[in-house]
């Protein structure tokens, strides 16, 4: 995660302080929190949203009150990464063309990375090919 981007230096608190406090570090659990460390509001609502005794999302905070549009999108993303997540019914709001249509979306990028850490990884520079002489 030292190459991660994080948005500001409270993202970046958030996400280690989260990361000490559920006491479990994989690829789940860093995708989450990063992801949900993007926004102020779901920095400040994660009890909301997460459940550290049970290690559990509340997809019923995806309808409370502080919700804006980009919160929405920002739990979505980090709901779908935690386990696949979509609320039945409204799977289309979960699409990478209503998700990335918001100013998070190069946070977002770096949520994926850290959830596909073995898919995401840098690809070597292309060899130069030799020119053919005729």
Not at 119 to 133: M, S, V
Request: with cysteine; charged share 25%; hydrophobic share 35%.
């Amino acid at each position: 995660m030292s190459e991660i981007r994080f948005r500001n230096a409270a993202h970046r608190d958030f996400f280690l302080e989260s990361m000490m406090k559920c006491k479990v570090n994989d690829c789940y659990h860093r995708a989450f929190f990063y992801v949900m460390g993007i926004a102020g509001e779901t920095r400040q609502n994660i009890n909301a949203m997460f459940d550290f005794k049970t290690d559990c999302i509340k997809p019923e905070g995806m309808h409370a009150g502080w919700q804006t549009s980009g919160t929405v999108k920002v739990c979505h993303l980090a709901f779908n990464l935690w386990n696949g997540y979509a609320e039945e019914g409204r799977e289309k709001l979960f699409t990478p063309e209503e998700l990335f249509c918001c100013e998070f979306a190069p946070y977002f990028m770096e949520g994926i990375k850290a959830r596909y850490p073995e898919y995401c990884r840098d690809l070597p520079t292309p060899k130069k090919q030799a020119e053919h002489t005729r």
